[in-house]
């Protein structure tokens, strides 16, 4: 076997994962780091990483250790980031570098993490064409 096609279900798993944690802990579990405000104070729980928009995206810095201690409490097994990246979603190293992880200096710390972008709303709204609603004459 060449390989491909072998961990699919595991792979869309991976990238299911990933959207469906961003949807539903985007605004509340990833601190903004250019807030309108100006400070951030807001404390955040069980924080998983960070967020900013970049390029017409949301982009997410998720912090491994905090991402993996969730991924145990909802019994989600390893994340094939692979994966997320070949679906566009991860952020790869420019250079050809290996490995998934950024190094990003944070309120004067330097942090690693995965760099995520949130490709859905817009991806959708360029691809799709309405269909015009039946009976109307617009």
Not at 2 to 23: L, Q, Y
Request: aromatic content about 12%; overall charge positive; proline content about 4%.
């Amino acid at each position: 076997s060449d390989g491909k096609g072998s961990g699919s279900s595991d792979d869309n798993a991976s990238i299911d994962f990933i959207k469906a944690t961003i949807e539903r802990f985007g605004e509340s579990r990833f601190r903004p780091l250019e807030s309108p405000e100006g400070k951030f104070e807001r404390i955040i729980n069980d924080q998983l990483g960070y967020r900013w928009f970049e390029k017409k995206h949301n982009v997410y810095f998720i912090l491994p250790n905090a991402f993996d201690s969730y991924c145990i409490q909802v019994g989600q097994r390893a994340i094939n980031w692979k994966a997320i990246e070949d679906a566009g979603m991860l952020v790869a190293k420019e250079g050809g570098r290996k490995g998934f992880q950024f190094a990003k200096k944070i309120d004067g710390v330097r942090k690693r993490g995965y760099l995520v972008r949130q490709i859905e709303a817009y991806e959708q709204m360029v691809n799709s064409v309405p269909e015009k609603p039946k009976g109307s004459n617009n």
